[in-house]
T-cell receptor
Framework: DVKVTQSSRYLVKRTGEKVFLECVQDMDHENMFWYRQDPGLGLRLIYF???????EKGDIPEGYSVSREKKERFSLILESASTNQTSMYLCASSSGQKNQPQHFGDGTRLSIL | GENVEQHPSTLSVQEGDSAVIKCTYS??????FPWYKQELGKRPQLIIDIRSNVGEKKDQRIAVTLNKTAKHFSLHITETQPEDSAVYFCAPLLPAGNMLTFGGGTRLMVKP
């Protein structure tokens, strides 16, 4: 069974702080994704990665960056946190083969004060 | 990019009734069509998926039907139970980029 682990379930940070959200998957998946989920807005893609050191912008990359130094780990970075980044953040991974589902972590509920 | 719409946004049914959620998409290149279920406070989980060479797929009480010509696919749940209460998302896949585009979600409430 695929396991996607996010480092924190709940996180509280202050405006202006640099915030790191970590995600690790254990299935040797090539693809990894970061989404944010807000009420009424569904899941929106922030960044994704097809391979180590590769990254691509999603629909809402502003204010975020990512790092993929190892295949199993994909980090989301909030360079200078702002209150409008308070949200639920979901990490997902999928195989690099065609037409494969994404598997999600439990999410990190981030509050920026 | 892909435009994805789900209808209805909320659905309330009596236990034992059937529920149908429809998803329309815009990109004819999409060829993989999953449905995810997200219970309150939990992760989205894949419940059923279909690929474009098949018109229908069934797994016990849930089924998915695909109409590629009309660019829509639907989730069917029969004999609904209270534990089916959740938010359901469709997420057609764009082959270029292997990206899912999520619909806005449908909140299903099954009343005992």
């Amino acid at each position: 069974d695929v396991k996607v682990t996010q480092s924190s379930r709940y996180l509280v940070k202050r405006t202006g702080e640099k915030v790191f959200l970590e995600c690790v998957q254990d299935m040797d998946h090539e693809n990894m994704f970061w989404y944010r989920q807000d009420p009424g807005l569904g899941l929106r893609l922030i960044y994704f990665s097809y391979d180590v050191k590769m990254k691509e912008k999603g629909d809402i990359p502003e204010g975020y960056s990512v790092s993929r130094e190892k295949k199993e780990r994909f980090s989301l970075i909030l360079e200078s946190a702002s209150t409008n980044q308070t949200s639920m953040y979901l990490c997902a991974s999928s195989s690099g083969q065609k037409n494969q589902p994404q598997h999600f972590g439990d999410g990190t509920r981030l509050s920026i004060l | 990019g892909e435009n994805v719409e789900q209808h209805p946004s909320t659905l309330s049914v009596q236990e034992g009734d059937s529920a149908v959620i429809k998803c329309t998409y815009s990109d004819s290149a999409s060829n993989y069509f999953p449905w995810y279920k997200q219970e309150l406070g939990k992760r989205p989980q894949l419940i059923i998926d279909i690929r474009s060479n098949v018109g229908e797929k069934k797994d016990q009480r849930i089924a998915v039907t695909l109409n590629k010509t009309a660019k829509h696919f639907s989730l069917h749940i029969t004999e609904t139970q209270p534990e089916d209460s959740a938010v359901y998302f469709c997420a057609p896949l764009l082959p270029a980029g292997n990206m899912l585009t999520f619909g806005g979600g449908t909140r299903l409430m099954v009343k005992p």
